[in-house]
């Protein structure tokens, strides 16, 4: 079954204390992206990955860092987490290569509180 | 700039009722366009898309859309709403040669018996 799966789901921390959310496809995909969703603001795109060891910054990319090592993994980093990092991640990939016409498979979400 | 606005942010609708959901986008070049559904403690599934053609697109769950480039549209419709269709809706706009989404603020859709 095509998906891409996020763990964890849920997260409590605390301010500064280092976390990694994770992220894993099976479709073979080169776009991956991370998104945080905040009430009335929708979704926005944090940062995003052409391929392997390609990133760069979407639209919201402070306080957030991300990895491409492998294509079907796209960590998510935040180095010292502060509570306006408090929202529901999720993760996304799409094919890639500017074949803008096809769809995004999205995660379950994560969904972080920070304290 | 690029951008989607969904002007309602909370829709109520009685079970076996018409909805519509409003979806305007702005966007440099000729975009494509997407609605997407988020149900309590999911991601989000992709109802239907718009790239070319006929203006008039058939997604899944009975829903469609309606591109109108004149007003810079893409509302989405259902004849009959069921009360599984209580979910947030969000509208996506992205392009040819790239694989960003830009997403509006979503509407979020309640169904009462």
């Known amino acids: 079954e095509a998906q891409v799966t996020q763990n964890p789901r849920y997260l409590i921390t605390v301010t500064g204390k280092k976390l990694t959310v994770t992220c894993s496809q099976n479709m073979n995909h080169e776009y991956m992206s991370w998104y945080r969703q905040d009430p009335g603001l929708g979704l926005r795109q944090i940062y995003y990955s052409m391929n392997v060891e390609v990133t760069d910054k979407g639209d919201v990319p402070e306080g957030y860092k991300v990895s491409r090592k492998e294509k079907r993994n796209f960590p998510l980093i935040l180095e010292s987490p502060s509570p306006n990092q408090t929202s529901l991640y999720f993760c996304a990939s799409s094919p890639g290569q500017g074949r803008g016409n096809t769809e995004a498979f999205f995660g379950q979400g994560t969904r972080l509180t920070v304290v | 700039a690029q951008s989607v606005t969904q002007p309602d942010i909370h829709i109520t609708v009685s079970e076996g009722a018409s909805l519509e959901l409003r979806c305007n986008y702005s966007?440099?070049?000729?975009?494509?366009l997407f609605w997407y559904v988020q149900s309590p403690g999911q991601g989000l599934q992709l109802l239907l898309k718009?790239?070319?053609?006929?203006?008039l697109v058939q997604g899944i769950k009975g829903f469609e859309a309606e591109f109108k480039r004149s007003q810079s549209s893409f509302n989405l419709r259902k004849p009959s709403a069921h009360w599984s269709d209580a979910a947030e809706y969000f509208c996506?706009?992205?392009?040819?040669?790239?694989?960003?989404?830009?997403f509006g603020t979503g509407t979020r859709l309640q169904v009462f018996p």
């Open positions: 718009y790239f070319s053609g006929d203006t």
């Open positions: 966007y440099g070049a000729t975009p494509y």
């Open positions: 996506a706009v992205g392009g040819r040669n790239t694989d960003k989404l830009i």
